[in-house]
C-alpha cells in the first residue's frame, strides 16, 4: 500500500539499519580482495580455474537473486514486513569459515571445488540477507531527499566494513598460510553474526516509524517479475550501468595484491591501498550527499564514474610514479567509488517509487534484479582480471614457494588493473547517460 510520506527515519534507526552494512563491507570485501589470491598462491589453483572457481557460484546468484526478491514479496504481503528472510542471513559467516579453512590435504581443483561449493553456500545466504536489507529504503514512505539520506547512512557503515575488511583481512594473511585464512575467516565472521542482529532490529525500527509500502496484492511469478523490472527503460538503463560499475570496482579490489606484490614489490602496501581507496569514502559519501541536493544524483554518478576512468589510467605508469603519488591517486578513486555507491543505490528505490507511480509496487523483485547485477559484477571482475593473468602466461603457486613472472605476466597484471578497468567503467558511462529518472517523478 502507498500514501503520503510518514515520519523522516530518526538517526538512531538509521545507525542500527546501517551496521548490517558492516557485515555485508566484510562479505563483498574478502572474496574479492583474497579468494583469487588465495586460490593461486596457497591453494595451487591456475589462474584460469581460479577465475571459474570466482565466477561460476555468482552464476548461481544471476537466478537466485531476482527469485528471492519475488520470495521476499511474498512474504512481505503476507506478513507485513521482510525480516523473516533477513533472518537466514545471519548464517552466513558459517560459510565464510568454511570457504577459506581449506583440509589441508587439498590443493589444485580439489580445493578449488571446496572453496566454490562454500562460495554458492555463502551466496545463498548473502541474498537471504541483502535482498530484503536493500529493500527497506524502497519500503519506507519517505522521499527523494530521505532516500538519499539512508543510503549515505549505509554507505558509511559499508564503507568501514569495506575498510576494516580491506585492511584487517590483508594484515592477518600476510604469512599466507592456511592457518591465517582460517583465523582471519573466523573472527570476522563472528562480527558479521553481531552486526546482522543489531541491522534485524533497525529494519524493524524503521518500518514501524516511516511506514511500509506493501507489495502488489496478487502474487507474481518469479519470470513475471523479471520482465516487467526489465521493462522498465530507466531502471534497465541503471541496471547496465551498474553491471559495468560493479564489475570495475572488483577488478580493481582483486588486482590490487598483485600490483603491490609485483609492481612495488612490497605485499603490504596491499593493506596501504586498501586503506586509501576505502577511507575517503568516510569524508565524501557525506559530501556527495550536498552535491546531489545541487546537482542531482544522475551527473553526480557521472562525475564519479568519470573520475574513476581518469584515475585508472594514471595508474599505467605503474611505479615510475612513485608510492607517494600512486597513494593520491587511489585516494581519488576511493572519492569517486563512494559517490558510485551512494548515487547507484540511492537511485533505486527511486526507480521503485516512478513505477509504483504508474500502478506497479514491485520492490522487491526490482532489488533481486539489482543485486543479482552486483552479484554478477562481484564475479565478472575477479574473473576478467583472472582472465587477462593467464593470457599474460602468469604462473601460480602454493604456500611457501615463489616463482618467477615472465614479462607478459607483469605486463598482463599492469594492463589488467589500469585499462581494462578504464574501459569497463567508461561503457558504465555510455549507458548511465541514457538514463533520465531524476526529476519530479522520483521526489
Known sequence: MSGAAEAPPRTGDLVRYSTGSLGMGVWVTVPGLLLLYFLT???GVSPFLAGLTLLLPKVVDAVVHPAFGT??????????NRRGMLRWGLLLGVAMIAM????SGLSGPAA???V????????????????????TPSDLRIGYHERTR????????????LLGAGVVAPAMVA???RDDYARMALVLAAGMAVTGFVALGGVRRLTDRCGFRTPDAHDHSFLDDVKVAWRDRDFRMLVLSYLFTSTTTHLFLAAVPFYTEYVF????LTAVFMGAFLGPALIAGPVWQRISRRIGKQRGLLVSQGTFVAGSLSLLAGERLGVAVTVAVIVALGSAFAGLQLFAFSMLPDAVAAAEEQGSSRAGAYTGVWTATDATGTAIGPYVYSAVLAVGGFLSTTEGRTVAQPDSALLALVVGFTLVPAALMAVAVVFQRRYSLDGPATR
Request: glycine share 12%; hydrophobic share 50%.
Open 150 to 161: 539512508v543510503f549515505m547512512f549505509r554507505m558509511l557503515f559499508l564503507t568501514v566494513g
Open 41 to 43: 598462491h596457497t591453494l
Open 265 to 268: 614489490e612490497n605485499d603490504g
Open 71 to 80: 520470495l521476499s514479496d511474498r512474504h512481505a504481503r503476507r506478513s507485513g
Open 175 to 177: 604469512a599466507g598460510g
Open 100 to 103: 577459506f579453512t581449506v583440509p
Open 116 to 135: 566454490g561449493a562454500w562460495y554458492i553456500a555463502g551466496n545463498l545466504l548473502f541474498a537471504c540477507f541483502q535482498v530484503p536489507y536493500l529493500t
Open 112 to 114: 578449488a571445488l571446496w
